[in-house]
């Protein structure tokens, strides 16, 4: 997708401005106070309206010059610091969320549910903290409509702006191949997972059946599912007390003899 000379760090330290910053002109540049004016002229194209988020203020104003210097791009408003405030995006009626990780899984995925739940149709890009595969399926399935590795240069920023304002999905080339996989396992492991429903499984658990009888380990069906590995503790925990396991293998065991594992 992008070539190591125009790469730039989006995560840490002076890295974090380095492409964003470049090519900056003199003159009026909004900045964080400026928020609710920034408006540029219409046009006779649809505009896309920006709301930024990111806890680092640097990161916050350089990335707001960079897209305002597009020219067909709106930024409507900044978070300011502190939690973020889903209220506030709603008020400046934005298109796109460009959301920056706040460098924990979990409060990213509460903001994306946030604003999935209170504002539907804005579509969300994120630029991540993190190349594993599961946290990343973690964000797709919460509702991101693009993401971009924390590695992203500016001009990267702008092509998926504008391929998200297309209507279009945006990720790198190899996480892209991690979802068609996924889509593949999925499709397999709903066939090879025969278990009678007699014994009160429920779909996701008749697919976790034949993955355990393979071996796999909590992290790896994990992987399968685009779940977190407590969820699948949980999921074994309830299968357990279904089928009057002991354990994982009990479960196995169990489906096998009595002919409801195929």
Do not use: W
């Not at 946290?135 to 992203?152: M, N, T």
């Not at 979802?179 to 396992?185: A, N, S, T, W």
């Not at 994990?222 to 293998?249: I, P, W």
């Amino acid at each position: 997708m992008n070539t190591a000379a125009r790469r730039s760090s989006l995560a840490s330290g002076t890295g974090q401005r380095n492409e964003l910053f470049r090519g900056e002109r003199r003159g009026n540049t909004p900045v964080e106070g400026d928020a609710p004016r920034m408006r540029a002229n219409g046009g006779a194209e649809a505009r896309a309206r920006v709301y930024v988020a990111a806890e680092n203020r640097l990161l916050r104003e350089a990335l707001s010059r960079m897209l305002t210097r597009q020219g067909d791009i709106d930024v409507v408003g900044l978070n300011a610091a502190g939690p973020f405030r889903v209220e506030g995006m709603l008020e400046e009626r934005a298109d796109i969320l460009l959301l920056t990780s706040r460098g924990s899984l979990a409060e990213d995925i509460y903001v994306i549910r946030q604003v999935r739940l209170t504002a539907p149709a804005v579509r969300i890009l994120l630029v991540g903290m993190t190349e594993d595969e599961t946290e990343f399926f973690q964000y797709v399935r919460a509702g991101i409509r693009g993401y971009l590795p924390r590695d992203a240069s500016a001009e990267d920023v702008l092509e998926a702006m504008h391929a998200v304002q297309a209507g279009e999905a945006v990720c790198p080339g190899a996480l892209c191949a991690l979802l068609f996989r996924f889509f593949e396992r999925e499709a397999t492991s709903v066939h090879s997972a025969t278990v009678h429903p007699r014994l009160g499984l429920t779909r996701r658990e008749q697919q976790i059946v034949p993955l355990i009888a393979q071996g796999l380990t909590n992290k790896e069906i994990a992987n399968q599912f685009c779940l977190s590995e407590q969820t699948v503790k949980n999921h074994l925990y309830r299968m357990k007390h279904k089928v009057g396991a002991g354990d994982r293998f009990g479960i196995v065991h169990l489906c096998r003899t009595q002919g409801f594992l195929v």
